[in-house]
């Protein structure tokens, strides 16, 4: 079964730091682009970021750049956004998704989330 | 960055009728390969998105026939032939070459 499960959400305060972790199973994790979406309270998704199957190419919404870096761990299948000096507009359910072979490919395998909450 | 707009944002629909959804992107999303890169996804209350839809109008595993997916360039339409219970939920649309997502429109059942 394909399957993309996220992990390391939680409490953290106002410039505080959090590492989310995709642990992906069921398929060659080293073919895909994988994604970080993210959505806030009762608002739509938002693209986070995104890594490419080796791990060298990535990309950034201009809302976390400099402050969120992607990375992947092909040993391990898993996929992790290091999100640091984290801010109160950052609160939300972070989902990982499976991308395509190509950066332009869609997304077609999704996560369950994690929450995150950032809150003195 | 191309920008996603839907229309409308909310639509009540009785069992059994249809029901569409248009998503209009600023820029044409037809790529160099010669594919459009135009998604749909359900959200429904409390799970991740599921894809319903990709290459416009390309129905992925497991999706009932009842959904089909039209359109090129920048206009879009998702289109429920007979709309059921289990269909309640947001639809996004999402666009691949950047990566950006319609507001969402909220389908309940009248």
């Known amino acids: 079964e394909v399957q993309l499960v996220e992990s390391g959400g939680g409490l953290v305060q106002p410039g505080g730091s959090l590492r989310l972790s995709c642990a992906a199973s069921?398929?060659?994790?080293?073919?895909?682009?994988m994604h970080w979406v993210r959505q806030a309270p009762e608002k739509g998704l938002v693209w986070v970021s995104r890594?490419?199957?080796?791990?060298?190419?990535?990309g950034y919404a201009d809302s976390v750049k400099g402050r969120f870096t992607i990375s992947r761990d092909r040993a391990k299948n898993t996929v992790y956004l290091q999100m640091n000096s984290l801010r109160t507009e950052d609160t939300a359910i972070y989902f990982c998704?499976?991308?395509?072979?190509?950066?332009?490919?869609?997304?077609?395998?999704w996560g369950q989330g994690t929450t995150v909450i950032v809150s003195s | 960055d191309i920008v996603m707009t839907q229309t409308p944002l909310s639509l009540s629909v009785t069992p059994g009728q249809p029901a569409s959804v248009s998503c209009k992107s600023s820029?044409?999303?037809?790529?160099?390969?010669?594919?459009?890169?135009l998604y749909w996804y359900l959200q429904k209350a409390g799970q991740p998105p599921q894809p319903l839809m990709y290459?416009?109008?390309n129905r992925f595993s497991g999706v009932p026939d009842r959904f089909s997916g039209s359109g090129s360039g920048t206009d879009f339409t998702l289109r429920i032939s007979r709309v059921e219970a289990e269909d309640v939920g947001v639809y996004y649309c999402?666009?691949?070459?950047?990566?950006?997502f319609g507001q969402g429109t909220r389908l309940e059942i009248k």
């Open positions: 069921g398929f060659t994790f080293s073919h895909h682009w």
């Open positions: 890594i490419d199957d080796e791990g060298s190419d990535t």
């Open positions: 290459e416009v109008s």
């Open positions: 999402m666009q691949s070459i950047q990566v950006t």
């Open positions: 998704a499976r991308g395509g072979y190509y950066d332009y490919y869609g997304l077609d395998v």
């Open positions: 820029q044409s999303l037809l790529h160099s390969d010669g594919k459009t890169y």
